[in-house]
């Protein structure tokens, strides 16, 4: 909704803004690219959620972790102890036994199963256990 306000009071007024960026995980935050800040000033001003301005610049690996997203699969290994964190297997342990980094799926052992159930899921859903 903010960047909908943000992007119809830049091109009504014609401010030069080059981007806006706006994070689920940074709560209360919305980062605005111009060149010059009283544009960006201009842009935020009066915008109803928008409360105050925290001025100045940011380096690219501030952000770089929002943009880029990285594989998960990268993270995995054979016979790795996961927490499954999604569908219909959610909050069981789980044992790898095969990762296909192409589709980014790992097929896994419930370990929480009476007996050896392998299923093959979403390496999204799969997140490194701690024990």
């Known amino acids: 909704m903010v960047m909908n306000i943000l992007e119809a009071k830049a091109r009504m007024n014609k401010i030069d803004i080059q981007s806006v960026f706006v994070v689920d995980n940074l709560k209360g ?23 105050g301005q925290l001025r100045g610049e940011l380096d690219f690996k501030d952000i770089e972790g929002y943009l880029v997203k990285k594989s ?28 296909d980094h192409e589709k980014e ?16 899921v979403d390496a999204n859903y799969l997140q490194v256990s701690s024990s």
């Not at 799926?105 to 093959?120: F, K, R």
Request: aromatic share 6%; proline share 4%.
């Open 29 to 51: 935050y919305v980062v605005v690219e111009a060149n010059d800040p009283n544009a960006a000033y201009q842009a935020t001003d009066g915008v109803r959620h928008i409360k």
């Open 72 to 99: 998960t699969v990268t993270s995995l290994e054979k016979d790795q102890t996961v927490e499954i964190t999604g569908g219909p297997f959610k909050g069981m342990k789980a044992s790898i036994t095969r990762i």
């Open 105 to 120: 799926e790992a097929t896994v052992v419930l370990l929480d199963a009476s007996y050896q159930l392998p299923v093959t």
